[in-house]
């Protein structure tokens, strides 16, 4: 398949991401890690999975995983390291009222696990073995140039830094424009909360009113497609 055809499908998928997003705006994408990927293999009857059970995330993952989409609806072109240096930034400056609602959520998804797997045992984690996984998830996030993994398998493919950057669909350009005056009128909300009000408005407004965002996304697609024609024709 040529570039150009590719580059129609990815602006397709994109343009069906945001009209998802904009009559869900809580919903939260996960990608399953490629060390994640299941296996399909006969269980024997003394197969004991209770060491396999993945543990309720904790407050900050919960924010971490509220925050990670949000700023990459608003943000598509940032890098994993900036995105987590942004999340860990924007968790120092919660109150303790605003953190005080992941730690209630997440101590409700603790009981709900511990009351579906009553065996399970926590065991803590050393500081060392903490330090590892930290410093592992920063080399991960650092280091993009290899295309494959120790055991052979193709990574995802890397965004390069000089693509044009994907045009933006009318509700987002909204978002990005409104959502600094309803911060104002909603004091102590979280991301989540605000991008709910907001799609709200997007979706009550009349085809008049939502015309000029509309238009600025339609520039913008005009605006992607003549860089991405100068930026294959350089690649040729």
Do not use: C
């Not at 995105?83 to 730690?103: A, M, V």
């Amino acid at each position: 398949m040529d570039e150009a055809r590719k580059v129609s499908y990815v602006e397709r998928a994109r343009t069906l991401k945001s009209e998802f997003l904009e009559t869900n705006p809580d919903y939260v994408y996960t990608r399953r890690p490629n060390n994640t990927k299941k296996k399909y293999r006969r269980r024997s009857a003394g197969d004991d999975n209770s060491s396999k059970l993945k543990r309720p995330m904790n407050a900050y993952l919960i924010f971490n995983k509220e925050m990670r989409h949000r700023l990459l609806e608003t943000n598509p072109n940032m890098s994993v390291a900036e995105i987590s240096k942004e999340i860990g930034d924007r968790w120092k400056g919660l109150s303790e009222d605003e953190r005080n609602k992941y730690f209630t959520e997440a101590q409700s998804l603790k009981k709900d696990f511990l009351a579906t797997n009553p065996d399970f045992v926590y065991t803590r984690r050393s500081k060392a073995e903490i330090e590892a996984g930290r410093k592992r998830g920063l080399e991960d996030d650092e280091d993009s140039t290899p295309t494959r993994d120790p055991r052979g398998r193709k990574k995802k493919k890397q965004k390069n830094p000089t693509a044009p950057k994907h045009p933006m669909s009318g509700f987002l350009f909204y978002l990005s424009a409104v959502r600094p005056q309803v911060a104002e009128q909603y004091p102590g909300s979280t991301v989540g909360p605000i991008s709910k009000i907001i799609a709200h408005q997007w979706n009550s407004m009349s085809p008049e009113d939502r015309a000029p965002w509309e238009q600025k996304a339609t520039e913008d697609k005009a605006r992607y497609a003549r860089e991405m024609e100068e930026y294959l024709a350089d690649k040729q």
